[in-house]
Protein backbone atom coordinates (compact mmCIF):
# COMPACT_ATOMS: atom_id res chain seq x y z
CA UNK A 1 0.00 0.00 0.00
CA UNK A 2 2.91 2.13 1.00
CA UNK A 3 4.70 1.20 -2.35
CA UNK A 4 1.62 2.39 -3.94
CA UNK A 5 1.10 5.67 -2.55
CA UNK A 6 5.10 6.48 -3.02
CA UNK A 7 3.80 5.77 -6.81
CA UNK A 8 1.03 7.84 -6.79
CA UNK A 9 3.21 10.91 -5.10
CA UNK A 10 6.17 10.13 -7.54
CA UNK A 11 3.37 10.77 -10.01
CA UNK A 12 2.08 13.62 -8.40
CA UNK A 13 5.53 15.38 -8.40
CA UNK A 14 6.36 14.25 -12.15
CA UNK A 15 3.41 16.46 -12.98
CA UNK A 16 4.14 19.02 -10.65
CA UNK A 17 7.63 19.13 -12.30
CA UNK A 18 6.01 19.33 -16.27
CA UNK A 19 3.90 22.01 -15.26
CA UNK A 20 6.91 24.16 -14.15
CA UNK A 21 8.46 23.62 -17.35
CA UNK A 22 8.92 25.78 -20.19
CA UNK A 23 5.76 24.08 -22.59
CA UNK A 24 3.53 23.35 -19.74
CA UNK A 25 3.23 26.96 -18.19
CA UNK A 26 0.04 28.44 -16.01
CA UNK A 27 -2.50 29.81 -18.93
CA UNK A 28 -1.74 33.84 -18.76
CA UNK A 29 -4.79 35.70 -19.15
CA UNK A 30 -4.74 40.02 -19.70
CA UNK A 31 -8.37 41.33 -20.53
CA UNK A 32 -9.60 38.12 -20.34
CA UNK A 33 -7.42 36.79 -23.71
CA UNK A 34 -5.24 34.09 -22.75
CA UNK A 35 -1.79 35.17 -24.01
CA UNK A 36 0.32 31.58 -23.76
CA UNK A 37 1.40 29.76 -27.45
CA UNK A 38 0.46 30.92 -30.83
CA UNK A 39 -2.95 32.15 -31.33
CA UNK A 40 -2.65 30.56 -35.19
CA UNK A 41 -3.20 26.76 -35.71
CA UNK A 42 0.12 26.58 -37.59
CA UNK A 43 -0.27 23.15 -38.97
CA UNK A 44 -3.62 24.15 -40.46
CA UNK A 45 -2.36 27.07 -42.03
CA UNK A 46 0.78 25.55 -43.63
CA UNK A 47 -1.40 22.83 -45.10
CA UNK A 48 -3.68 25.15 -46.42
CA UNK A 49 -0.59 27.14 -48.19
CA UNK A 50 0.31 23.52 -49.67
CA UNK A 51 -3.28 23.14 -50.65
CA UNK A 52 -3.25 26.49 -52.25
CA UNK A 53 0.39 26.50 -53.71
CA UNK A 54 -0.53 23.17 -55.12
CA UNK A 55 -3.99 25.08 -57.05
CA UNK A 56 -1.87 27.97 -58.38
CA UNK A 57 0.64 25.42 -59.53
CA UNK A 58 -2.61 23.08 -61.25
CA UNK A 59 -4.52 25.95 -62.35
CA UNK A 60 -2.75 29.27 -63.44
CA UNK A 61 1.27 28.19 -63.90
CA UNK A 62 0.52 24.87 -65.98
CA UNK A 63 -2.61 26.39 -67.54
CA UNK A 64 -0.36 29.66 -68.73
CA UNK A 65 0.40 28.60 -72.45
CA UNK A 66 -2.46 26.78 -73.42
CA UNK A 67 -4.00 28.15 -75.99
CA UNK A 68 -7.27 25.65 -75.58
CA UNK A 69 -8.05 27.16 -72.47
CA UNK A 70 -10.05 30.62 -72.24
CA UNK A 71 -8.25 34.40 -71.57
CA UNK A 72 -11.36 34.95 -69.83
CA UNK A 73 -14.86 33.81 -68.37
CA UNK A 74 -16.57 36.53 -68.87
CA UNK A 75 -19.62 37.52 -66.02
CA UNK A 76 -21.72 40.72 -65.76
CA UNK A 77 -20.84 42.10 -62.59
CA UNK A 78 -23.95 41.27 -60.86
CA UNK A 79 -23.49 37.70 -61.46
CA UNK A 80 -19.84 37.52 -60.87
CA UNK A 81 -21.09 38.74 -57.19
CA UNK A 82 -23.34 35.91 -56.78
CA UNK A 83 -20.74 33.12 -58.51
CA UNK A 84 -18.60 34.44 -55.26
CA UNK A 85 -18.89 34.56 -51.68
CA UNK A 86 -17.78 38.44 -51.58
CA UNK A 87 -19.15 38.40 -47.64
CA UNK A 88 -16.84 38.15 -44.94
CA UNK A 89 -18.48 36.93 -41.31
CA UNK A 90 -18.62 37.09 -38.21
CA UNK A 91 -16.92 33.48 -38.27
CA UNK A 92 -14.05 32.20 -40.36
CA UNK A 93 -14.38 29.76 -43.10
CA UNK A 94 -13.42 26.39 -43.53
CA UNK A 95 -10.39 25.43 -45.19
CA UNK A 96 -12.31 23.28 -47.93
CA UNK A 97 -14.88 26.45 -48.71
CA UNK A 98 -11.27 28.81 -48.50
CA UNK A 99 -10.10 26.61 -50.87
CA UNK A 100 -13.09 26.60 -53.25
CA UNK A 101 -13.11 30.73 -53.43
CA UNK A 102 -9.44 30.63 -54.66
CA UNK A 103 -10.74 28.33 -57.08
CA UNK A 104 -13.48 30.74 -58.08
CA UNK A 105 -10.89 33.68 -58.08
CA UNK A 106 -8.64 32.08 -60.33
CA UNK A 107 -11.57 30.90 -62.21
CA UNK A 108 -13.25 33.68 -63.33
CA UNK A 109 -10.21 36.21 -63.52
CA UNK A 110 -8.49 37.48 -66.25
CA UNK A 111 -5.30 34.94 -67.41
CA UNK A 112 -3.02 37.75 -68.54
CA UNK A 113 -0.33 35.21 -68.96
CA UNK A 114 -2.53 33.26 -71.90
CA UNK A 115 -0.26 33.67 -75.34
CA UNK A 116 -4.22 35.54 -76.71
CA UNK A 117 -4.22 38.47 -73.63
CA UNK A 118 -2.77 41.27 -75.91
CA UNK A 119 -4.90 43.71 -73.47
CA UNK A 120 -2.66 45.75 -71.95
CA UNK A 121 0.62 46.67 -71.84
CA UNK A 122 1.78 43.40 -69.86
CA UNK A 123 1.48 39.92 -71.03
CA UNK A 124 2.54 36.78 -70.49
CA UNK A 125 4.09 34.59 -67.55
CA UNK A 126 8.00 34.42 -66.86
CA UNK A 127 8.64 31.73 -64.05
CA UNK A 128 11.76 33.17 -62.84
CA UNK A 129 9.84 36.43 -61.71
CA UNK A 130 6.61 34.41 -60.47
CA UNK A 131 9.38 32.27 -58.25
CA UNK A 132 11.08 35.83 -56.63
CA UNK A 133 7.81 37.04 -55.95
CA UNK A 134 6.61 34.24 -54.38
CA UNK A 135 9.74 34.38 -51.87
CA UNK A 136 9.36 38.17 -51.64
CA UNK A 137 5.40 37.46 -50.68
CA UNK A 138 6.54 35.08 -48.42
CA UNK A 139 8.89 36.73 -46.50
CA UNK A 140 7.01 40.14 -46.51
CA UNK A 141 9.86 42.57 -46.39
CA UNK A 142 10.01 46.50 -46.45
CA UNK A 143 12.86 47.86 -47.95
CA UNK A 144 13.37 51.28 -46.14
CA UNK A 145 16.62 49.90 -43.94
CA UNK A 146 19.26 47.69 -44.81
CA UNK A 147 18.36 46.47 -41.28
CA UNK A 148 15.18 45.10 -41.70
CA UNK A 149 16.03 44.18 -46.16
CA UNK A 150 19.59 43.98 -46.28
CA UNK A 151 19.63 41.24 -49.40
CA UNK A 152 17.09 43.08 -51.16
CA UNK A 153 18.41 46.49 -50.74
CA UNK A 154 21.67 44.99 -52.00
CA UNK A 155 19.84 43.80 -55.17
CA UNK A 156 18.20 47.17 -55.86
CA UNK A 157 21.26 48.44 -56.10
CA UNK A 158 22.65 46.10 -58.04
CA UNK A 159 19.81 46.70 -60.93
CA UNK A 160 19.39 49.93 -60.65
CA UNK A 161 23.48 50.53 -61.26
CA UNK A 162 22.48 48.07 -64.77
CA UNK A 163 19.86 49.90 -65.67
CA UNK A 164 22.06 53.09 -65.56
CA UNK A 165 24.35 51.74 -67.72
CA UNK A 166 21.65 51.10 -70.16
CA UNK A 167 20.58 54.33 -70.37
CA UNK A 168 23.98 55.56 -70.88
CA UNK A 169 24.84 57.28 -67.85
CA UNK A 170 28.28 56.01 -66.63
CA UNK A 171 26.36 57.33 -62.95
CA UNK A 172 23.30 58.08 -61.41
CA UNK A 173 21.00 57.55 -59.02
CA UNK A 174 17.31 55.84 -58.35
CA UNK A 175 14.34 54.04 -56.89
CA UNK A 176 12.03 51.52 -57.48
CA UNK A 177 8.54 53.34 -57.94
CA UNK A 178 5.01 51.32 -57.69
CA UNK A 179 4.30 52.34 -61.40
CA UNK A 180 5.27 54.35 -64.06
CA UNK A 181 2.57 57.18 -62.92
CA UNK A 182 4.45 57.48 -59.50
CA UNK A 183 7.91 57.43 -61.72
CA UNK A 184 6.56 60.42 -63.52
CA UNK A 185 5.47 62.30 -60.71
CA UNK A 186 8.51 62.14 -58.36
CA UNK A 187 10.45 63.17 -61.55
CA UNK A 188 8.07 66.08 -61.65
CA UNK A 189 8.21 67.04 -57.95
CA UNK A 190 12.05 66.61 -58.23
CA UNK A 191 12.35 69.30 -61.34
CA UNK A 192 10.14 71.39 -59.33
CA UNK A 193 12.51 70.90 -56.31
CA UNK A 194 16.03 71.36 -58.48
CA UNK A 195 14.70 74.88 -59.80
CA UNK A 196 12.77 75.96 -56.28
CA UNK A 197 14.44 74.57 -53.47
CA UNK A 198 12.36 76.32 -50.70
CA UNK A 199 9.16 74.70 -52.01
CA UNK A 200 10.33 71.44 -49.37
CA UNK A 201 9.99 74.09 -46.66
CA UNK A 202 7.84 76.96 -47.38
CA UNK A 203 5.27 75.57 -49.77
CA UNK A 204 3.86 77.34 -52.60
CA UNK A 205 2.81 80.40 -51.48
CA UNK A 206 5.30 83.34 -52.83
CA UNK A 207 6.22 81.05 -56.06
CA UNK A 208 5.75 82.31 -59.57
CA UNK A 209 4.02 80.50 -62.34
CA UNK A 210 5.59 77.12 -62.84
CA UNK A 211 4.85 75.84 -66.29
CA UNK A 212 5.99 72.57 -67.65
CA UNK A 213 5.89 71.08 -71.34
CA UNK A 214 5.08 67.53 -72.57
CA UNK A 215 3.97 65.64 -76.00
CA UNK A 216 0.22 65.76 -77.01
CA UNK A 217 0.37 62.30 -77.10
CA UNK A 218 2.35 61.71 -73.35
CA UNK A 219 0.87 59.73 -70.83
CA UNK A 220 -2.14 61.33 -68.81
CA UNK A 221 -0.10 60.74 -65.53
CA UNK A 222 1.64 64.14 -66.40
CA UNK A 223 -2.28 65.60 -65.80
CA UNK A 224 -2.61 63.73 -62.69
CA UNK A 225 1.07 64.31 -61.20
CA UNK A 226 0.25 68.47 -62.17
CA UNK A 227 -2.52 68.47 -60.10
CA UNK A 228 -1.54 65.91 -57.01
CA UNK A 229 1.76 68.49 -56.79
CA UNK A 230 -0.55 71.77 -56.96
CA UNK A 231 1.37 72.78 -60.39
CA UNK A 232 -2.42 72.89 -61.63
CA UNK A 233 -3.14 71.30 -65.05
CA UNK A 234 -3.90 74.50 -67.06
CA UNK A 235 0.40 75.01 -66.35
CA UNK A 236 0.86 71.91 -68.30
CA UNK A 237 1.76 72.98 -72.22
CA UNK A 238 0.93 70.20 -74.29
CA UNK A 239 3.01 70.22 -77.36
CA UNK A 240 1.74 69.61 -81.08
CA UNK A 241 3.05 65.88 -82.82
CA UNK A 242 3.93 65.11 -85.88
CA UNK A 243 2.05 62.42 -88.11
CA UNK A 244 3.16 59.33 -86.10
CA UNK A 245 2.59 61.10 -82.65
CA UNK A 246 6.47 62.41 -81.72
CA UNK A 247 6.65 65.75 -80.46
CA UNK A 248 7.86 68.75 -82.36
CA UNK A 249 10.99 70.21 -81.59
CA UNK A 250 10.07 73.30 -82.90
CA UNK A 251 6.61 73.82 -81.48
CA UNK A 252 8.52 73.02 -78.10
CA UNK A 253 10.61 76.07 -78.10
CA UNK A 254 7.47 78.46 -79.35
CA UNK A 255 5.58 77.44 -76.06
CA UNK A 256 8.62 77.45 -74.39
CA UNK A 257 9.11 81.36 -75.86
CA UNK A 258 5.32 81.59 -75.24
CA UNK A 259 5.29 80.84 -71.91
CA UNK A 260 7.90 82.97 -71.09
CA UNK A 261 6.03 86.01 -72.67
CA UNK A 262 3.18 85.48 -70.25
CA UNK A 263 5.35 85.69 -67.26
CA UNK A 264 5.35 82.21 -66.80
CA UNK A 265 8.15 79.88 -65.63
CA UNK A 266 8.96 76.80 -67.33
CA UNK A 267 10.78 74.38 -65.30
CA UNK A 268 10.59 70.93 -67.00
CA UNK A 269 10.10 69.13 -70.61
CA UNK A 270 8.73 65.86 -70.73
CA UNK A 271 9.33 63.63 -73.82
CA UNK A 272 8.11 60.05 -74.30
CA UNK A 273 9.73 56.96 -75.56
CA UNK A 274 6.76 54.80 -76.70
CA UNK A 275 3.66 56.26 -76.40
CA UNK A 276 0.81 54.30 -75.00
CA UNK A 277 -1.17 54.19 -77.75
CA UNK A 278 1.09 55.11 -81.29
CA UNK A 279 4.15 53.38 -79.25
CA UNK A 280 5.49 57.14 -81.05
CA UNK A 281 9.12 57.98 -79.88
CA UNK A 282 9.91 61.79 -79.08
CA UNK A 283 13.22 63.07 -80.99
CA UNK A 284 14.85 63.00 -77.79
CA UNK A 285 18.52 64.59 -79.41
CA UNK A 286 16.27 67.69 -80.74
CA UNK A 287 14.15 68.15 -77.37
CA UNK A 288 17.84 68.16 -75.11
CA UNK A 289 18.99 71.08 -77.17
CA UNK A 290 15.56 72.84 -76.44
CA UNK A 291 16.29 72.14 -72.97
CA UNK A 292 19.80 72.93 -72.56
CA UNK A 293 18.94 76.61 -74.04
CA UNK A 294 16.95 77.37 -71.65
CA UNK A 295 18.06 75.42 -68.45
CA UNK A 296 15.09 73.25 -68.36
CA UNK A 297 15.17 69.77 -66.65
CA UNK A 298 14.21 67.11 -68.99
CA UNK A 299 12.36 64.01 -68.08
CA UNK A 300 11.57 60.92 -70.03
CA UNK A 301 9.06 58.35 -69.52
CA UNK A 302 10.54 55.49 -71.03
CA UNK A 303 7.82 53.15 -68.67
CA UNK A 304 6.86 51.63 -72.51
CA UNK A 305 9.75 52.00 -74.54
CA UNK A 306 13.00 51.84 -72.23
CA UNK A 307 13.00 48.03 -72.70
CA UNK A 308 13.94 48.58 -76.33
CA UNK A 309 17.15 50.10 -74.59
CA UNK A 310 18.67 46.22 -73.90
CA UNK A 311 18.51 45.51 -78.22
CA UNK A 312 21.13 46.62 -79.81
CA UNK A 313 19.12 46.44 -83.06
CA UNK A 314 16.52 49.08 -81.68
CA UNK A 315 17.60 50.79 -78.67
CA UNK A 316 18.22 54.08 -81.69
CA UNK A 317 14.61 54.61 -80.52
CA UNK A 318 16.11 56.03 -77.45
CA UNK A 319 19.12 58.06 -79.29
CA UNK A 320 19.75 60.56 -77.20
CA UNK A 321 18.12 59.24 -73.80
CA UNK A 322 21.96 60.12 -72.35
CA UNK A 323 21.23 63.59 -72.12
CA UNK A 324 18.03 63.28 -70.35
CA UNK A 325 17.82 64.38 -66.35
CA UNK A 326 15.61 61.73 -65.32
CA UNK A 327 14.43 58.49 -66.85
CA UNK A 328 11.38 56.75 -65.51
CA UNK A 329 11.39 52.52 -67.27
CA UNK A 330 8.89 49.92 -66.44
CA UNK A 331 10.67 46.29 -66.73
CA UNK A 332 6.99 45.32 -65.62
CA UNK A 333 6.19 45.88 -69.30
CA UNK A 334 7.79 44.42 -72.40
CA UNK A 335 10.82 42.91 -70.02
CA UNK A 336 7.54 40.91 -68.00
CA UNK A 337 9.16 41.34 -64.61
CA UNK A 338 5.76 41.20 -63.24
CA UNK A 339 3.44 44.15 -61.84
CA UNK A 340 4.96 46.57 -60.28
CA UNK A 341 8.58 47.49 -61.16
CA UNK A 342 9.31 50.81 -62.00
CA UNK A 343 12.29 52.54 -61.96
CA UNK A 344 12.97 56.10 -62.00
CA UNK A 345 16.55 56.96 -62.54
CA UNK A 346 18.44 60.16 -62.05
CA UNK A 347 21.70 61.30 -63.55
CA UNK A 348 22.04 63.88 -60.69
CA UNK A 349 24.87 61.72 -58.07
CA UNK A 350 24.54 64.81 -55.39
CA UNK A 351 22.14 62.99 -53.24
CA UNK A 352 19.04 65.39 -55.13
CA UNK A 353 16.28 62.22 -54.58
CA UNK A 354 17.54 62.65 -51.04
CA UNK A 355 17.21 65.77 -50.27
CA UNK A 356 14.07 66.38 -51.82
CA UNK A 357 12.47 63.20 -50.18
CA UNK A 358 13.58 62.83 -47.30
CA UNK A 359 11.64 63.18 -43.48
CA UNK A 360 14.80 61.86 -41.54
CA UNK A 361 12.32 59.71 -39.65
CA UNK A 362 14.57 59.22 -36.26
CA UNK A 363 12.86 55.84 -35.35
CA UNK A 364 14.13 54.39 -39.07
CA UNK A 365 17.36 56.24 -39.91
CA UNK A 366 19.38 56.63 -36.74
CA UNK A 367 22.54 58.05 -38.11
CA UNK A 368 24.61 56.22 -35.35
CA UNK A 369 23.78 52.49 -36.51
CA UNK A 370 26.23 49.47 -36.29
CA UNK A 371 26.82 49.87 -40.39
CA UNK A 372 27.09 52.01 -43.54
CA UNK A 373 23.47 54.13 -43.09
CA UNK A 374 23.72 55.13 -46.71
CA UNK A 375 22.76 51.61 -47.70
CA UNK A 376 19.06 52.80 -45.88
CA UNK A 377 17.98 54.10 -48.81
CA UNK A 378 14.19 54.33 -47.88
CA UNK A 379 14.58 57.98 -47.09
CA UNK A 380 15.18 58.30 -51.11
CA UNK A 381 11.40 57.43 -51.48
CA UNK A 382 8.06 59.41 -51.20
CA UNK A 383 6.52 55.60 -49.52
CA UNK A 384 7.67 54.36 -46.28
CA UNK A 385 7.13 50.84 -46.39
CA UNK A 386 8.29 49.71 -49.85
CA UNK A 387 8.06 46.44 -51.72
CA UNK A 388 11.25 44.46 -53.12
CA UNK A 389 10.05 45.36 -56.74
CA UNK A 390 13.46 45.06 -58.26
CA UNK A 391 13.86 41.01 -56.97
CA UNK A 392 12.01 40.12 -59.51
CA UNK A 393 13.45 41.65 -62.34
CA UNK A 394 16.91 40.84 -61.56
CA UNK A 395 16.00 37.39 -60.58
CA UNK A 396 14.98 37.34 -64.62
CA UNK A 397 17.89 38.99 -65.09
CA UNK A 398 19.98 36.11 -63.83
CA UNK A 399 17.95 33.40 -65.33
CA UNK A 400 18.34 35.08 -69.22
CA UNK A 401 20.70 37.24 -68.54
CA UNK A 402 20.75 40.40 -71.06
CA UNK A 403 21.36 38.44 -74.13
CA UNK A 404 17.95 36.67 -72.80
CA UNK A 405 15.94 39.92 -72.29
CA UNK A 406 17.55 41.32 -76.24
CA UNK A 407 15.99 38.00 -77.82
CA UNK A 408 12.63 38.83 -75.92
CA UNK A 409 12.64 42.49 -77.30
CA UNK A 410 13.98 41.54 -80.87
CA UNK A 411 11.38 38.49 -81.30
CA UNK A 412 8.44 41.28 -80.00
CA UNK A 413 9.52 43.56 -82.66
CA UNK A 414 9.73 40.36 -85.16
CA UNK A 415 6.77 39.38 -84.37
CA UNK A 416 4.89 43.02 -85.15
CA UNK A 417 6.44 43.11 -88.26
CA UNK A 418 4.77 40.07 -89.22
CA UNK A 419 1.21 40.84 -87.97
CA UNK A 420 1.47 44.12 -90.06
CA UNK A 421 2.94 42.36 -93.25
CA UNK A 422 -0.61 40.03 -92.79
CA UNK A 423 -2.70 42.95 -91.87
CA UNK A 424 -1.62 44.40 -95.24
CA UNK A 425 -2.12 41.27 -97.17
CA UNK A 426 -5.52 40.71 -96.30
CA UNK A 427 -8.70 42.17 -97.09
CA UNK A 428 -11.01 44.40 -94.49
CA UNK A 429 -7.59 45.41 -92.55
CA UNK A 430 -6.54 48.62 -92.59
CA UNK A 431 -3.12 49.70 -91.25
CA UNK A 432 -3.88 53.41 -89.13
CA UNK A 433 -0.04 53.79 -89.10
CA UNK A 434 3.52 51.85 -89.68
CA UNK A 435 4.32 51.25 -86.62
CA UNK A 436 7.79 52.02 -84.92
CA UNK A 437 7.36 50.22 -81.93
CA UNK A 438 5.44 46.78 -81.24
CA UNK A 439 2.12 48.79 -81.24
CA UNK A 440 0.07 47.64 -84.08
CA UNK A 441 -3.34 49.72 -84.55
CA UNK A 442 -5.17 49.06 -86.92
CA UNK A 443 -8.94 49.01 -88.08
CA UNK A 444 -11.33 46.26 -89.05
CA UNK A 445 -13.73 47.07 -92.14
CA UNK A 446 -16.21 44.23 -92.09
CA UNK A 447 -17.96 43.40 -95.94
CA UNK A 448 -21.01 45.42 -94.87
CA UNK A 449 -18.77 48.88 -94.90
CA UNK A 450 -16.05 47.85 -97.99
CA UNK A 451 -17.96 49.12 -100.52
CA UNK A 452 -18.78 52.62 -98.34
CA UNK A 453 -17.13 55.99 -99.59
CA UNK A 454 -15.10 56.90 -96.50
CA UNK A 455 -17.47 59.82 -95.26
CA UNK A 456 -18.67 60.86 -92.01
CA UNK A 457 -21.67 58.03 -91.91
CA UNK A 458 -18.77 55.13 -92.93
CA UNK A 459 -16.54 56.57 -89.88
CA UNK A 460 -19.46 56.82 -87.71
CA UNK A 461 -20.11 53.11 -88.56
CA UNK A 462 -16.92 51.62 -88.10
CA UNK A 463 -16.46 53.38 -84.81
CA UNK A 464 -18.85 50.97 -83.94
CA UNK A 465 -17.32 47.51 -85.30
CA UNK A 466 -14.60 47.49 -82.75
CA UNK A 467 -16.26 47.68 -79.52
CA UNK A 468 -19.03 45.04 -80.67
CA UNK A 469 -16.29 42.44 -81.62
CA UNK A 470 -14.20 43.11 -78.43
CA UNK A 471 -17.64 42.14 -76.61
CA UNK A 472 -18.12 38.93 -78.59
CA UNK A 473 -14.73 38.13 -78.28
CA UNK A 474 -14.62 38.93 -74.46
CA UNK A 475 -17.90 36.90 -73.94
CA UNK A 476 -16.23 33.81 -75.87
CA UNK A 477 -12.89 33.84 -73.81
CA UNK A 478 -10.62 33.37 -77.39
CA UNK A 479 -8.45 36.22 -76.98
CA UNK A 480 -8.43 40.14 -75.56
CA UNK A 481 -7.12 42.83 -77.58
CA UNK A 482 -7.67 46.67 -76.30
CA UNK A 483 -9.79 49.50 -78.68
CA UNK A 484 -9.83 52.87 -78.68
CA UNK A 485 -10.68 56.00 -80.41
CA UNK A 486 -7.97 58.85 -80.50
CA UNK A 487 -6.85 62.46 -81.74
CA UNK A 488 -9.43 62.24 -84.47
CA UNK A 489 -9.72 58.54 -85.28
CA UNK A 490 -12.80 56.50 -84.72
CA UNK A 491 -12.32 53.57 -82.22
CA UNK A 492 -9.35 51.01 -84.04
CA UNK A 493 -7.81 48.47 -82.12
CA UNK A 494 -4.29 47.90 -80.71
CA UNK A 495 -2.08 44.90 -80.91
CA UNK A 496 0.57 44.87 -78.64
CA UNK A 497 2.95 41.89 -78.95
CA UNK A 498 4.86 41.11 -75.28
CA UNK A 499 5.38 37.60 -74.08
CA UNK A 500 7.73 35.31 -75.44
CA UNK A 501 5.00 32.64 -75.46
CA UNK A 502 3.13 34.45 -78.36
CA UNK A 503 4.08 32.68 -81.63
CA UNK A 504 3.04 33.24 -85.57
CA UNK A 505 0.54 31.15 -85.16
CA UNK A 506 -1.36 33.35 -82.32
CA UNK A 507 -0.99 36.13 -84.73
CA UNK A 508 -3.13 34.42 -87.87
CA UNK A 509 -5.09 33.23 -84.82
CA UNK A 510 -6.18 36.86 -83.73
CA UNK A 511 -6.99 38.37 -87.58
CA UNK A 512 -8.86 35.02 -88.12
CA UNK A 513 -11.16 35.42 -85.05
CA UNK A 514 -11.68 39.48 -85.31
CA UNK A 515 -12.36 38.35 -89.32
CA UNK A 516 -14.69 35.63 -87.99
CA UNK A 517 -16.32 37.36 -85.27
CA UNK A 518 -17.00 40.77 -87.14
CA UNK A 519 -17.83 39.38 -90.45
CA UNK A 520 -21.47 39.39 -90.38
CA UNK A 521 -21.59 43.36 -88.97
Same mark, same amino acid.
Given at each position: ?? !?????? %?? $? ?13 K =?????? /? ?17 ? &? ?10 L?A???? &? ?13 L??L ?21 Y ?10 N???? /?????? +???? =?I ?21 E ?36 ? !? ?10 G???? =? ?9 S???A ?5 I ?6 ? #? ?20 K? &? ?20 ? +???I????E ?25 ? !????R??? #? ?44 ? #??Y????? $? ?19 G ?17 ? #? ?28 L?E?? &? ?19 M ?12 R ?16 R ?9 ? %? ?6
Open positions: MS !HACDRQ %DA $SQGDTDQKEMTPGK =IPVFVD /GVVLNGPQTDVKAGEKFVE &EACRLIMEEVVKTDIN &EKVCEWQPPEQLRQLDEMRDTGESQDKLLKLCQDVIRSVKTNHPRFFQLYA /GLDYHS +LAAR =ITEALNPSIYTYEVSPVFLLVEAVLKKMIECVGWKEGDGIFNPGGSVSNMCAMNLARYR !HCPDIKDKGLSLPRL =ILFTSAECHYMKKASFLGGTQNVYF #VETDGRGKMIPEELEKQIWQGQ &EGAVPFLVCATSGTTVLGAFDP +LDEAEVCRHGLWLHVDASWGGSALVSRKHRRLL !HGIHADS #VAWNPHKMLMAGIQCSALLVKDKSDLLKKCYSAKATYLFQQDKFYD #VSDTGDK $SIQCSRRPDAFKFWMTWKAVTSGLEERVNRAFALSRYL #VDEIKKREGFKLLIEPEYTNVCFWYIPPSRMA &EGPEFWRKLSLVAPAIKEKMKKGSLMLGYQPHGKVNFFRQVVISPQVSEDMDFLLDEI %DSLGRDM
